[in-house]
């Protein structure tokens, strides 16, 4: 399954990760069980998933305070990204020194 994973064009193109790199293997870790590991890879996995999940929901299940649910989950998964990549960015910053 890995070999059809779709290669990250920032990455080839700049020689630097995107917001999203790890997102595709986290999911497969995800998916082979390995959960704490999917965080380590992407940690915004779990936000991005609960937000998908509330989405999709929505056309079933309307909700009083759904728009405030909604901005809610999504500054949080916005947060988690940008926090996780100037993470990872400055992990690799100081190793590549």
């Known amino acids: 399954m890995e070999k059809y994973m779709l290669p ?18 986290s ?9 704490q590991a999917a965080f380590y890879m992407y940690p ?11 989405m999709i929901s929505r056309f ?6 759904d728009k405030h649910i909604r901005i809610l989950l999504i500054t949080i998964t916005v947060i988690t ?4 990549y100037l993470f990872k960015m400055k992990v690799i910053h100081i190793h590549n020194q």
């Not at 497969?28 to 390995?34: F, H, K, R, T, V």
């Not at 915004?44 to 509330?54: D, E, G, N, R, W």
């Open 81 to 84: 990204i940008i926090i996780s």
């Open 27 to 35: 999911v497969m870790l995800l998916l082979q069980g390995e959960f």
């Open 44 to 54: 915004a996995v779990y936000p991005l998933i609960l937000l998908l999940v509330f």
């Open 8 to 25: 990250c064009l920032n990455k080839k193109l700049f020689g630097i990760d995107c917001l999203g790199c790890g997102l595709q293997r």
């Open 60 to 65: 079933w299940i309307l909700l009083k305070y």
